[in-house]
């Protein structure tokens, strides 16, 4: 008995555009340079959420309430995560944008930026 897991293309899909593929948007491969990629975002989003909880409980220190401080903290720390994001992606996009990749390849450009537009949009 086959079925979609263990078969693949599946017999289903009669057109090769049918299938998932993950180097659809951009036709690259997603390499060991595109999972460092992701580790990159990963490390930016928990730095980030890391900055904005510390900003939480020192103004929590100062005897302002939970929602209040949360919504300070949000205001003061909104700017320069705002900030890194364009910087982040203005930096990588020489190397997103190269037709060759030498150490760091291409793919992990794109993921930065593409997870970096994804948290501004």
């Known amino acids: 008995m086959n079925d979609i897991i263990t078969e693949y293309p599946p017999k289903e899909a009669k057109?090769?555009?049918?299938h998932f593929?993950?180097?659809?948007?951009?036709?690259?491969a997603l390499g060991m340079p595109a999972l460092v990629?992701?580790?990159?975002?990963?490390?930016?989003?928990?730095t980030n959420a890391i900055v904005l909880?510390?900003?939480v409980k020192q103004n929590e220190k100062k005897g302002i309430e939970?929602?209040?401080a949360l919504l300070k903290a949000g205001k003061t720390r909104l700017r320069?995560?705002?900030m890194t994001a364009p910087a982040t992606i203005g930096a990588l996009l020489p190397l997103a944008l190269s037709s060759e990749g030498g150490l760091i390849s291409r793919s992990l450009a794109i993921v930065v930026i593409s997870g970096l537009l994804t948290l501004l949009y």
């Open 21 to 28: 593929h993950p180097r659809f948007p951009t036709n690259q």
């Open 66 to 68: 939970v929602k209040a």
């Open 37 to 46: 990629g992701f580790l990159m975002l990963i490390g930016i989003v928990i």
């Open 80 to 82: 320069p995560i705002l």
């Open 53 to 55: 909880m510390e900003r």
């Open 15 to 18: 057109e090769p555009s049918q």
